[in-house]
């Protein structure tokens, strides 16, 4: 059954013993709703990795970066960004081998907001054939390019029983700031109130190489627990928190 990923799944068994059992029927009623977008949620003290635009030529180092500082990641990937999926055939399997969430940033990157249903469906379900084909599992979650979620989008992606990912911090590494400039988003951010998804991307060497290595100690520094967009909902929907 591919509604939820294989991972999801376990992430949900590891985390049984810390959080109360649902009832499935139960669990279904408080899951947050396909085409609704989640930006951010009410519970602290999590952080959930979340890197856009990938696979590319440091998408293997950035799981060996996660897996040595036990974190877990959700790599919203396309189909043709950088170069098309299969060519990182081998960096998408370790990916979803190691334990980290796949999650869909439509095939081409293009702004879906704009286009009609037709077009929107073929940029997802070209994406969730190449992972299938992959990983044998295809995507529940997405991050629209752009963050564009105007148009016929958000209907498309309830009737596609697709959870919208946008974001409460905004690294900043597209627009060129620096390691230490994107650090400071997370430090004015805090460490208290909403836990947070960051907007990163795996494509630069210095998010991979220096701000995702810096923001591991800072969560292990500050109790905040790593998890993956994923894992965040469920122990949120667990605890009967509402994300927003």
């Known amino acids: 059954m591919l ?11 590891s985390s049984a013993a810390a959080y109360p059992v649902l009832n499935p ?27 856009d635009d990938g696979p590319y030529q440091y998408t293997s180092q950035l799981v060996d970066i996660l897996d040595q500082g036990g974190a877990k990641g959700t790599f919203f990937w396309t189909g043709t960004l950088y170069g098309c999926i299969y060519n ?27 286009m009609g ?20 599992v295809k995507p529940t979650y997405m991050r629209p390019p752009y963050l564009d979620t105007g148009g016929q989008f958000l209907n498309v992606m309830r009737s596609m029983g697709y959870k919208v990912i946008t974001n409460s911090i905004d690294s900043g590494d597209w627009n060129n700031r620096t390691p230490q400039q994107s650090q400071q988003a997370f430090l004015q951010a805090g460490t208290s109130g909403n836990g947070h998804i960051p907007l990163m991307h795996e494509t630069y060497a210095s998010t991979v190489q220096t701000l995702t290595p810096w923001l591991i100690n800072w969560a292990k520094q500050n109790n905040l627990k790593l ?8 122990f949120l929907e667990m605890r009967m928190s509402v994300c927003l």
């Open 25 to 51: 029927v139960e669990f279904v009623k408080r899951a947050p709703s396909p085409g609704v977008i989640i930006q951010r949620c009410s519970n602290p003290g999590m952080l959930a990795l979340a890197y």
């Open 3 to 13: 509604k939820h990923t294989v991972i999801t799944g376990l992430l949900l068994v």
């Open 227 to 234: 998890v993956t967009v994923g894992m965040y909902l469920l």
């Open 88 to 114: 990182w055939a081998d960096a998408v399997k370790k990916t979803f081998n190691s334990g980290h969430q796949v999650a869909s940033h439509s095939w081409s990157h293009q702004r879906m907001g704009s």
């Open 117 to 136: 249903e037709s077009q929107i469906r073929s940029e997802m379900t070209r994406l969730e054939d190449a992972l299938v084909n992959l990983i044998g």
